[in-house]
């Protein structure tokens, strides 16, 4: 059994006084007829200040005079902590979920228990490894005896989990997606306009494709071989979830509790002259944390392997360098959408409409999202599609120069999508389908 980092026994922080006599209700503090009330909100666990003026009138601010007052300035301070904790346990449940950290049944309804966790906490899916049908928002289930613990589905069905189960988690997309739920679990979250702490429904999923395991024993992924990244950028960006930078391999991410390393090689190394110039993605794979001999990529978990490409597409997305920067260069997004438009009505395709800096499609089989300066595919709902596209010199005579002059082919993709019917690569049929 785990607690997520940065929680004590019970799921209590050391931070816990700053929540813990908000249980009840509001704090209020009365100062000139003023009265400033500190409250959390039952469903996001925000501390909002409220405060009310003579005859019970609303004001919109506090009254500059007052925030030196002894007693208000301790509700501010108060307020500032428990953002600042809300903010840590968004981050602490987001890695326990990346983990698969597993609780036990009186540690959940233990951490009901806290103001602050189980407002994030009911906003989350719960799935039991085993029984997969036992999946849903946790709740506490009051009777004669001891609580226990309620998971409630899409459907609002509650069923009890006996106080004995060890073998809980946060719920990974992969686990909705395996179970054939996912699109109901995001109806219900439409349906009742929940907001999560952190992204879990609608969580983007990467799966391991045919392309990558057609021998069964291939260890290599090119899913994002080619693509130029900002140096600085990109460190910084997987520096912060948990990505280590290394001289010799690239950079690296261990997957302590499945005993494995993920590792991305950048052509001619993770560094470039005086930082200037931008590295280029080479491979991903997978080590055993004792061995230095990559392992089928089938063979890896496919939560490991959706949070790895995860990782890896932000990068791609955010940190892109060249003259297709998605982010940095709005002109580029602009021009690729003029052209995209252009081309759609030229071929006759009317089920293309375009967004900010992405390209939505209603195919026949599914909704696509394409972005127009990285290329990333999504089908929505559900998770990224792998379409690699095929090199220039291996192009047929439907290429167009004019329109689809950028190395990962945003267009060919746009147009492919949009007559996804008339598709016939069986790898990107398995992915749809």
């Given at each position: 059994?785990?607690?997520?980092?940065?929680?004590?026994?019970?799921?209590?922080?050391?931070?816990?006084?700053?929540?813990?006599?908000?249980?009840?209700?509001?704090?209020?503090?009365?100062?000139?007829?003023?009265?400033?009330?500190?409250?959390?909100?039952?469903?996001?666990?925000?501390?909002?200040?409220?405060?009310?003026?003579?005859?019970?009138k609303k004001l919109?601010?506090?009254?500059?005079?007052?925030?030196?007052?002894?007693?208000?300035?301790?509700?501010?301070?108060?307020?500032?902590?428990?953002?600042?904790?809300?903010?840590?346990?968004?981050?602490?449940?987001?890695?326990?979920?990346?983990?698969?950290?597993?609780?036990?049944?009186?540690?959940?309804?233990?951490?009901?228990?806290?103001?602050?966790?189980?407002?994030?906490?009911?906003?989350?899916?719960?799935?039991?490894?085993?029984?997969?049908?036992?999946?849903?928002?946790?709740?506490?289930?009051?009777?004669?005896?001891?609580?226990?613990?309620?998971?409630?589905?899409?459907?609002?069905?509650?069923?009890?989990?006996?106080?004995?189960?060890?073998?809980?988690?946060?719920?990974?997309?992969?686990?909705?997606?395996?179970?054939?739920?996912?699109?109901?679990?995001?109806?219900?979250?439409?349906?009742?306009?929940?907001?999560?702490?952190?992204?879990?429904?609608?969580?983007?999923?990467?799966?391991?494709?045919?392309?990558?395991?057609?021998?069964?024993?291939?260890?290599?992924?090119?899913?994002?071989?080619?693509?130029?990244?900002?140096?600085?950028?990109?460190?910084?960006?997987?520096?912060?979830?948990?990505?280590?930078?290394?001289?010799?391999?690239?950079?690296?991410?261990?997957?302590?509790?499945?005993?494995?390393?993920a590792i991305v090689?950048?052509?001619?190394?993770?560094?470039?002259?005086?930082?200037?110039?931008?590295?280029?993605?080479?491979?991903?794979?997978?080590?055993?944390?004792?061995?230095?001999?990559?392992?089928?990529?089938?063979?890896?978990?496919?939560?490991?392997?959706?949070?790895?490409?995860?990782?890896?597409?932000?990068?791609?997305?955010?940190?892109?360098?060249?003259?297709?920067?998605?982010?940095?260069?709005?002109?580029?997004?602009?021009?690729?959408?003029?052209?995209?438009?252009?081309?759609?009505?030229?071929?006759?395709?009317?089920?293309?409409?375009?967004?900010?800096?992405?390209?939505?499609?209603?195919?026949?089989?599914?909704?696509?999202?394409?972005?127009?300066?990285?290329?990333?595919?999504?089908?929505?709902?559900?998770?990224?599609?792998?379409?690699?596209?095929?090199?220039?010199?291996h192009r047929g005579?439907?290429?167009?120069?004019?329109?689809?002059?950028?190395?990962?082919?945003?267009?060919?993709?746009?147009?492919?999508?949009?007559?996804?019917?008339?598709?016939?690569?069986?790898?990107?049929?398995?992915?749809?389908?």
């Amino acid at each position: 059994m785990s607690i997520p980092s940065g929680m004590g026994k019970n799921g209590k922080r050391s931070t816990s006084n700053a929540t813990g006599n908000l249980r009840n209700g509001m704090l209020s503090v009365t100062v000139e007829d003023i009265t400033v009330t500190l409250e959390l909100d039952p469903i996001s666990a925000e501390p909002a200040l409220n405060v009310v003026g003579n005859k019970g009138k609303k004001l919109k601010s506090l009254p500059v005079r007052l925030k030196k007052h002894e007693e208000v300035a301790h509700l501010l301070d108060r307020k500032r902590e428990i953002e600042r904790q809300i903010s840590r346990i968004r981050a602490t449940l987001e890695a326990s979920m990346c983990r698969g950290e597993y609780f036990t049944a009186r540690e959940i309804l233990d951490l009901l228990a806290h103001p602050v966790l189980s407002c994030l906490l009911q906003q989350l899916i719960i799935v039991r490894d085993a029984d997969r049908s036992a999946m849903g928002y946790p709740c506490r289930l009051e009777g004669k005896g001891e609580p226990q613990l309620g998971l409630r589905s899409y459907s609002g069905n509650t069923s009890a989990v006996e106080l004995t189960a060890k073998d809980l988690r946060l719920a990974h997309p992969h686990d909705l997606w395996q179970t054939k739920t996912w699109h109901a679990w995001q109806r219900e979250c439409f349906t009742v306009a929940r907001t999560q702490p952190f992204k879990q429904v609608f969580r983007e999923l990467y799966v391991c494709t045919s392309n990558e395991t057609r021998h069964g024993d291939d260890a290599l992924s090119q899913r994002y071989h080619g693509h130029q990244v900002q140096q600085r950028q990109s460190h910084a960006l997987l520096g912060q979830r948990g990505w280590i930078v290394d001289y010799e391999e690239g950079v690296r991410r261990t997957f302590h509790a499945e005993k494995l390393t993920a590792i991305v090689s950048f052509i001619h190394g993770v560094f470039t002259p005086n930082e200037v110039e931008g590295l280029t993605v080479g491979d991903v794979f997978f080590l055993q944390r004792d061995s230095y001999k990559p392992i089928a990529l089938a063979s890896v978990p496919p939560r490991v392997f959706s949070e790895t490409m995860r990782d890896l597409d932000l990068v791609v997305s955010v940190a892109h360098s060249g003259g297709v920067d998605p982010e940095a260069s709005t002109s580029t997004v602009e021009m690729r959408s003029a052209l995209a438009s252009e081309t759609c009505t030229l071929l006759g395709i009317e089920n293309v409409t375009f967004k900010s800096s992405h390209a939505l499609i209603s195919g026949s089989l599914s909704h696509y999202s394409v972005h127009l300066g990285s290329a990333s595919v999504h089908r929505q709902p559900g998770g990224a599609l792998c379409i690699i596209p095929v090199h220039a010199q291996h192009r047929g005579r439907i290429f167009l120069p004019f329109a689809d002059n950028d190395p990962k082919t945003v267009i060919t993709k746009i147009i492919t999508l949009a007559r996804d019917h008339e598709i016939k690569d069986p790898s990107i049929l398995e992915q749809i389908l």
